[in-house]
């Protein structure tokens, strides 16, 4: 039977207090923005629980949280729950974490078949999803770099050409038509691409090369900002585009490039390729990865035709490079080409979310925003855009890309506004796991670091660490398999002077881990962050 999780709203309280409350009400939330709810999977196939005993575990464990117990999580199932103290965090887990000779993506999966671990994705397991929204402002950032560094500021009269519309590429769309881009992306689901148009996030959807075609063209000679979801496999879609001649200015992608975890082969249906998978995983493996590295194969092709191509992190390019496409290590990175710099003073996915359900939370915070930082137009900028074109997906929730310093900031007066009653409940404030110094990635956060150090996973361990010892509500740690690992944190401002006190510890100190890593690693931007805020042993 098909359960509707629905994140609770109001100020009535489950648990036996709000921070536990607050916990309870993301991990809903994440239920309620999810993919394919009824398998607890949230996006790409990282799931909130291991299985809905274990949800529904978790569950009855938080209700029943006192205020100095911490809930113990280990890949998405609840161990046991061990006295601590009033302001240590009230949940702490580790989700997909296998050592690196068990950890290629066939051990991986077995492992996950056999109920031992299971893929976290980088908000799903630690419940700070908030839907395309948590991703949008960075998709956004990077289409504008683009504009800025090839186009002459935006993306006006230019097309974009990618990949996957599901839970995290479903921000694409948006985010391009909001830098003013005619965007066609490409997904085999018609599922994810209705859900799209049906939120707000994609204009038209249409079965037509021809029609996608068109559409695109119309849009790009009358310079008019338009987001078309076609469905289709890119793996057949790309080398079709280039055959008609259609010549995109930008291409990216956020397909889920995991043979055995969603990447589509050629010929199959999302349906078929599920079915596939269970009853024949290596063959259908084997024919989805053939049919990855026909797509990379076609975006090489737009690139020698004069595209800005590059990679949003999906870990497409290594998988082509590993089957013999070693060309495809050729694209680069969002983060090397345009994130970067934004991640040397601190700035990252930072998002706050409105525990009560109450949109007018978010409105006050956005003019807050405003108010308190009047000359940072980068935010004014997105806070302008978000409210006047991001729709509201479960929980009301925002993101912004806050600095050292920023954060703590908003949120102590957010935890002020919150004791005098200004907004009418508390405010979570969390981050993806794609921050400045929360994760090793050597081929996307940290790929081609100055010192060599891409692949070091001391600075997520830390991270977490630190966030720990400031108080932080929630903190995890996360792993793919060989890929990534990487930490995530939430701290729930409920108007209290302990919330004041978490709040500057584990923001300035999440910030500034971000500064000091990329600062070690030869980065000159991040060094002069570091002196700046005398961020020194």
Not at 307 to 312: D, G, L, M, N, T
Request: proline share 4%; glycine share 10%.
């Amino acid at each position: 039977m098909t359960r509707n999780i629905k994140a609770q709203r109001g100020n009535v309280l489950r648990c036996r207090g709000w921070r536990q409350e607050t916990i309870l009400r993301m991990l809903e939330n994440n239920l309620e923005n999810a993919e394919i709810p009824e398998s607890l999977v949230v996006y790409t196939g990282a799931r909130v629980a291991r299985d809905w005993e274990a949800y529904d575990l978790i569950s009855e464990r938080l209700k029943t949280l006192e205020d100095d117990e911490t809930l113990i999580i280990q890949s998405g199932k609840p161990i046991f729950r061990q006295r601590t103290h009033e302001r240590a965090p009230r949940v702490l887990m580790a989700n997909g974490n296998v050592l690196g000779r068990w950890a290629d993506d066939r051990n991986y999966y077995e492992l996950q078949r056999k109920g031992l671990t299971f893929y976290p994705g980088m908000t799903a397991a630690a419940w700070q999803y908030i839907g395309s929204q948590g991703i949008i402002q960075g998709t956004y950032q990077s289409f504008m770099g683009a504009g800025e560094q090839s186009f002459g500021g935006d993306l006006v009269g230019r097309v974009i050409l990618t990949a996957g519309c599901g839970g995290m590429g479903g921000a694409q769309p948006l985010a391009g038509k909001l830098a003013g881009a005619a965007i066609l992306c490409v997904d085999p689901s018609a599922r994810n691409i209705r859900r799209r148009v049906d939120v707000g996030y994609c204009d038209r959807m249409t079965e037509s090369v021809d029609e996608a075609i068109r559409l695109i063209e119309e849009a790009r000679h009358s310079k008019t900002p338009l987001s078309v979801g076609l469905v289709g496999n890119a793996a057949d879609v790309h080398p079709l585009l280039l055959s008609r001649g259609f010549q995109p200015d930008v291409v990216t992608d956020q397909v889920n490039s995991d043979p055995f975890r969603g990447y589509i082969p050629s010929g199959m249906t999302p349906d078929e390729a599920f079915q596939a998978m269970r009853t024949n995983p290596e063959g259908t493996a084997k024919r989805g990865l053939e049919s990855l590295v026909s797509q990379v194969a076609a975006m090489l092709e737009f690139k020698r035709r004069g595209a800005i191509v590059f990679e949003y992190g999906n870990d497409i390019r290594e998988r082509a490079a590993d089957a013999g496409l070693k060309e495809a290590l050729e694209i680069g990175s969002f983060i090397t080409l345009f994130i970067r710099p934004l991640f040397c003073e601190g700035k990252g996915p930072f998002r706050w979310l409105a525990a009560s359900g109450d949109n007018k939370d978010i409105a006050y915070i956005d003019e807050l925003v405003q108010r308190t930082f009047p000359h940072n137009q980068a935010i004014n900028r997105w806070i302008s855009l978000a409210r006047e074109h991001v729709p509201v997906e479960g929980l009301p929730a925002r993101i912004g890309w806050l600095g050292y310093g920023e954060r703590s900031k908003l949120a102590r007066l957010v935890n002020a506004a919150v004791a005098n009653g200004e907004l009418s409940g508390p405010i979570a404030f969390t981050r993806d796991h794609l921050d400045s110094g929360s994760v090793a990635y050597p081929l996307r956060e940290t790929e081609n670091m100055p010192d060599g150090s891409d692949a070091i996973s001391d600075w997520p361990i830390l991270n977490a660490l630190l966030a720990c010892a400031g108080g932080a509500d929630l903190v995890a740690v996360h792993s793919h398999g060989n890929r990534w690992q990487s930490a995530g944190q939430t701290v729930v401002a409920d108007g209290s002077k302990l919330a004041e006190a978490r709040i500057t510890a584990v923001m300035d100190g999440d910030t500034a881990m971000g500064v000091v890593r990329h600062a070690e690693a030869g980065v000159e931007a991040a060094t002069k962050t570091r002196g700046a805020n005398r961020l020194e042993p």
